[in-house]
């Protein structure tokens, strides 16, 4: 061999170092963001393109973190946005209460996260429920996949349920629940008590043993009656379901009687109790 082809070769193996060293640096440092994200306290994930820094997505390992974060987003009133690839067993009922006097948004951004229940039969798997004082509003909650379990076991009770039973004090209103996908339960959504002023849209129940939703008004006839009443329902797809597609149990559908004066306190009371805005339902 020439000393020139020697020259040749060895100028194109530096040439090759060269070109593959930035490749190595880049993954690298797409490692270390991951390592670093999966070490904060919301398990932020370092993304492509995000400068080094972790990203504002939330990759939920485990039903610790992912109930943590729906707290977190409830008391410090911001909407936490998981990352897709989040998919957590739930053993046990995560509480979330709604925080009190809330007039911007909160709530969750699931990005399409699966969220299993492994829980006793009976136990609800997500509930958000009002706190005694001003009422809350803004809840948004949308892209979520919630599994009841139904055919592997024991079915969960609901696998989304908004809850204020102390009546106005304690309601939840202006809400949103979107593109919300929910199977093999007891009942896929309730609604009970005070929760009005909301909007469901593209909400789905399928395979669940009793309705796909569910909506109940609580302490009726006491001073702290609990009304669902004024839901707008925006394409629900609530079918396959052993029970009602959507179930009204003592929410009315019918209008304030011609008699009461129509802005009286007496006609409010019959309108927030007889509203429901069904708008484009699929219902069996």
């Known amino acids: ?17 060269l070109a593959a060293a930035p490749l190595r640096s880049a993954r690298a440092k797409r490692q270390v963001r991951e390592d670093q994200g999966r070490t904060g306290s919301r398990r932020q994930v370092g993304l492509p393109g995000s400068g080094g820094g972790a990203s504002s997505f939330i990759w939920a390992r485990n039903e610790t973190e992912f109930a943590q974060a729906l707290q977190d987003g409830a008391a410090e009133r911001f909407v936490p946005m998981f990352d897709s690839r989040t998919a957590v067993t739930l053993t046990k009922t995560i509480n979330v209460a709604a925080p009190d006097g809330a007039s ?39 892209k979520f996949n919630l599994n009841g379990n139904g055919y592997a076991g024991a079915p969960c009770g609901s696998c989304l349920k908004l809850s204020a039973p102390d009546g106005d004090p304690g309601s939840i209103y202006k809400f949103t629940l979107r593109d919300i996908y929910t199977a093999s339960g007891t009942r896929g959504i309730s609604l009970e008590g005070a929760v009005f002023e909301g909007m469901c849209e593209n909400v789905h129940g399928e395979n669940h043993r009793e309705h796909g939703f ?45 008699s009461v004066p129509p802005h009286s306190a007496t006609a409010r009371t019959r309108a927030r109790a007889c509203s429901w805005c069904p708008t484009t339902a699929m219902a069996r």
Request: net charge positive.
């Open 104 to 142: 911007m948004t909160w709530g969750a951004n699931g990005n399409h996260a699966k969220v299993q229940w492994a829980g006793p039969g009976g136990g609800d798997m997500i509930v958000f429920h009002g706190t005694k004082g001003n009422g809350s509003r803004c809840l948004y909650f949308e």
């Open 1 to 17: 061999m020439t000393k020139l082809q020697t020259a040749r070769r060895a100028i194109l193996a530096v040439a090759a170092v």
């Open 214 to 258: 569910y909506a109940k008004n609580t302490n009726v006839g006491q001073q702290n009656r609990g009304i669902v009443s004024n839901i707008m329902m925006v394409h629900p797809n609530m079918s396959r379901n052993l029970g009602a597609g959507i179930y009204l149990d003592g929410v009315s559908l019918s209008p304030p009687t011609a």
